[in-house]
């Protein structure tokens, strides 16, 4: 049996500007953000991890390579991790896109065809490619631990896979930064073993 653990990227620039950034290439990791890396770089130590995959995005390559350093292993980017391609509202605050679009993020859950239209890669696509590096890392690393660095909608889909989640669910649920979240492998069918896991001191405060 093998675990999946999916690993959001630290607090970045974008988060604490409450801005889409998407693709946008240059966000770096706050100084917090940094910090949470280190802490979750900690955690992993004792977790017997085989192999680290990344997002391309810096924020989280970033993440991916403080966490390399603590369990000396080498980071491997792979595009199917990479942040949602945000279209029309990439480098737009929430606050305007709420007012001008209503909750886009419920819409994008719910599959409406405006998030298309808008340019916006839709839900279904995102579980798809989530789905295939997972099944790529069981394939090539099968009953060991690997840990997936990525952006907080690619892991809503592969919790969408295993849990009955609606769009309502999926809107409200937070997966905070730098938090990790654990899945059981074993014949290709999963179970949940830890969502958000972090460091005890942050549950105290602002995820």
């Known amino acids: ?52 995959y990344s997002s391309p995005i810096q924020r989280a390559k970033h993440t991916a390579e403080i966490v390399g350093e603590h369990n000396s292993v080498d980071v491997i980017i792979d595009d199917r991790l990479i942040e949602l391609d945000m279209g029309k509202f990439t480098g737009v605050p929430y606050d305007e896109i709420f007012s001008s679009h209503g909750n886009v993020f419920m819409k994008f859950y719910n599959g409406e065809l405006e998030i298309a239209h808008n340019g916006v890669e839709t839900f279904a696509d995102v579980k798809k490619r989530v789905l295939g590096i997972v099944d790529h890392v069981i394939e090539k690393h099968p009953d060991e631990n690997v840990v997936l660095v990525t952006h907080m909608d690619p892991i809503k889909a592969m919790l969408s896979t295993i849990v009955d989640l609606s769009p309502t669910n999926l809107f409200e649920l937070i997966i905070a930064n730098a938090s990790l979240n654990i899945f059981r492998e074993q014949d290709h069918k999963f179970s949940l073993s830890g969502i958000n896991v972090m460091h005890p001191s942050r549950f105290d405060q602002n995820w």
């Not at 706050?30 to 192999?51: P, V």
């Open 1 to 52: 049996m093998g675990q999946i653990i999916f690993l959001r990227h630290g607090q970045a620039k974008n988060n604490t500007d409450r801005i889409l950034a998407g693709r946008t290439p240059g966000v770096p990791l706050t100084d917090t953000g940094i910090k949470q890396a280190e802490q979750t770089g900690k955690l992993l130590e004792d977790m017997n991890i085989s192999a680290i």
